[in-house]
Nanobody, 130 residues
Framework: QLVESGGGLVQAGGSLRLSCAAS????????MGWFRQAPGKEREFVTV?????????????KYAESVKGRFTISRDNAKNTVYLQMNSLKPEDTAVYYC????????????????????WGQGTQVTVSS
């Protein structure tokens, strides 16, 4: 089960931090992602944090081009929580943000798709005013 929090209304240029609390005893091995869906648009990938399964490669993070340099994903395995720090927000970031989880490892060249994730949160609204 995934529960998001932290959404709200913010002015352009502002910041928000979303949280996603997960239940499960193996959270540290989960692939955790954030997606978003704006009105009238398809759900799109924002960011992901995961492991490839190789002991030689540490945790991997990927970002959509539109959020690179502004958003940061992180996780606290002791709290079973993943975070999305969003800075320099723009009106086009307005959307419902969804947390997603998957119990599999993925290769370093993986391109995350919504169909790769087995668990989803209920979503949290982020509105950025201009």
């Amino acid at each position: 089960q995934l529960v998001e929090s932290g959404g709200g209304l913010v002015q352009a240029g502002g910041s928000l931090r979303l949280s996603c609390a997960a239940s499960g005893r193996t959270f540290s091995s989960y692939t955790m992602g954030w997606f978003r869906q704006a009105p009238g648009k398809e759900r799109e990938f924002v960011t992901v944090i995961y492991r490839s399964g190789s002991r030689w490669i540490g945790e991997i993070t990927k970002y959509a081009e539109s959020v690179k340099g502004r958003f940061t994903i992180s996780r606290d395995n002791a709290k079973n929580t993943v975070y999305l720090q969003m800075n320099s927000l723009k009106p086009e970031d307005t959307a419902v943000y969804y947390c997603a989880a998957d119990g599999n490892f993925h290769p370093t060249g993986w391109v995350p798709l919504t169909t790769d994730f087995t668990s989803w949160g209920q979503g949290t609204q982020v509105t950025v005013s201009s």
